[in-house]
């Protein structure tokens, strides 16, 4: 396939893409409300909770742009599987930071089946 061609399919995945994902998000959004998930991520970013402040997603689907842009959670959709202690981070090593912004650490973990899961540890 010529570049302009691989160009054009790449820009047409990631506009398909990012569609699917703001509606994913949004559905996430609502259902996460609904089943207490929001309350139980703003109670874990309290300091008395640290013991349960590490968020374990699920990865459902990646998808990059290009193979040398820099990875993000953006690249991901993921399902919330549960909280854990941060201890396990380190305890583990399969895992590996992926990324830190202002206010998470982000860590990927190769789980059982291959599929990596994302570790959100959000700090206090």
């Known amino acids: 396939m010529s570049g302009n061609w691989l160009l ?17 998000i949004s559905i996430q959004h609502i259902y996460w409300q609904l089943n207490g998930t929001v309350r139980r991520l703003r109670e874990a970013r309290l300091s008395h ?3 349960r402040s590490a968020q374990v997603l699920d990865v459902v689907f990646y998808h990059k742009f290009c193979p040398s842009q820099m990875t993000t959670v953006d690249n991901f959709l993921c399902t919330h599987s549960r909280f854990e202690d941060p201890q396990y981070i380190i305890d583990n090593e ?3 930071l992926l990324t830190i912004n202002e206010r998470d ?8 089946k291959g599929k990596p899961k994302v570790r959100s540890h959000r700090p206090c």
């Open 8 to 24: 054009v399919e790449r820009f047409l995945m990631t506009l398909l893409y990012k569609l699917l994902r703001l509606l994913f």
């Open 49 to 51: 909770n640290y013991d």
């Open 94 to 96: 399969n895992i590996t």
């Open 105 to 112: 650490a982000v860590f990927c973990e190769t789980g059982d």
